[in-house]
């Protein structure tokens, strides 16, 4: 169980410095409105990675299911956790000096982003089979067409440069994540 409690205390602290990065990022448009023009599409995914952090912390509770923790294991948590910070750093850089706004920035490095958001939906299977055989198994059906299905809807993100798409594609990461979330937590 010390383990468990040690390795619990890693994940809030860089899941803790992802949501602050968010956060920072986020507020500085009433600290300073005007100076950064604000692009819906980003702020959009930003909210869905705000989503999905605080859905993976709910999560990794069931990190208390594995009884006997390896080095392997422990690494793998702290590098996937390490995923959702980049996202958080590539949604907000320390600078816009090279770009227009958040839109330039946006698909200017939106291989990036969709690139690590498909591998942290990779990663989420592995996370889930570290939990035991039992575990994975549960999650039948819709978590693995779930975690498909979004590295597939991640790598036409890179491909297709329409905007339209992208503004449909957040907001169906959204809206799915949400119903996910009420669905997976909220039955008795």
Known sequence: MEEFIHIKSII????????????????????????????????????????????????????????????????????????FYLLCAILYPDDLIDYEGYEDYFYSRKNWFFAILAISFGADMIDTAIKGGNYFLYNRGEYYIRIISHILLCLLGIKIHNKVFHVVLVVLFIVYELSYILRLFNVE
Not at 15 to 31: N, P, Y
């Open 12 to 83: 809030g602290i860089i899941l803790g410095l992802s949501l602050t990065h968010l956060i920072k990022g986020s507020v500085i448009f009433i600290q300073h409105p005007g100076r950064k023009k604000i692009y819906f599409v980003h702020s959009l995914w930003v909210f869905y990675v705000f989503l999905l952090i605080i859905h993976f912390w709910w999560w990794e509770f069931n990190l208390k299911l594995i009884t006997e923790w390896y080095f392997a294991d422990y690494f793998f948590i702290i590098s996937y956790i390490l995923v």
